[in-house]
T-cell receptor
């Protein structure tokens, strides 16, 4: 079964540094998402991306964050200047579109981001 | 801002018995509800969903019930198996596009 792949599985970065998290969505999917889960808390929506532009974003997704689909297969999340509170598990998800219930989002295994 | 709440952080059930996981929500604009299952070191895996126009959806051992007036849904697993031991997340969508609002999860342990 096709799956969403994320790299790296664990990223350790100094505070203030830029970090790029990478995702390869399922090939025929059109909608792409980033979520994060801070340790002990719930999974939180960050941003959705469709047709090469952001379709929704949460309050968390401020100017420090950006997303890009640089080619036909990758989907990236960039954090410009990392803060300690950015430490979390970041999940990428993709979907075919249509209603979310009939076309559920498929999640990758996540990238654990640790900010020192 | 907890629009989706799972008030039981953990549940332990014997193999073969029924597991019932509960979820409450506050936003009446949600129109789709989903359950995801998550094993350690893996991402959430879609399990089952239900539209707000239905009150029950069944898929094998898994059944989701929706009570719109109470803003409550539940996931029933019958019979429970040790391989069902995982964290179960309730999620909802519909008030703003496709973004999923998750609960904090319930850790299910099925004992032999």
């Amino acid at each position: 079964e096709p799956e969403v792949t994320q790299t790296p599985s664990h990223q350790v970065t100094q505070m203030g540094q830029e970090v790029i998290l990478r995702c390869v969505p399922i090939s025929n999917h059109l909608y792409f998402y980033w979520y994060r889960q801070i340790l002990g808390q719930k999974v939180e929506f960050l941003v959705s991306f469709y047709n090469n532009e952001i379709s929704e974003k949460s309050e968390i997704f401020d100017d420090q964050f950006s997303v890009e689909r640089p080619d036909g297969s990758n989907f990236t999340l960039k954090i410009r200047s990392t803060k300690l509170e950015d430490s979390a598990m970041y999940f990428c998800a993709s979907g075919t579109g249509g209603h979310v219930g009939n076309q559920p989002q498929h999640f990758g295994d996540g990238t654990r981001l640790s900010i020192l | 801002d907890q629009q989706v709440k799972q008030n039981s952080p953990s549940l332990s059930v014997q193999e073969g018995r029924i597991s019932i996981l509960n979820c409450d929500y506050t936003n009446s604009m949600f129109d789709y509800f989903l359950w995801y299952k998550k094993y350690p070191a893996e991402g959430p895996t879609f399990l089952i969903s239900i539209s707000s126009i239905k009150d029950k959806n069944e898929d094998g051992r898994f059944t989701v019930f929706l009570n719109k007036s109470a803003k409550h849904l539940s996931l029933h697993i019958v019979p429970s198996q040790p391989g069902d031991s995982a964290v179960y997340f309730c999620a909802a969508s519909g008030n703003s596009g496709y973004a999923l609002n998750f609960g904090k999860g319930t850790s299910l342990l099925v004992t032999p």
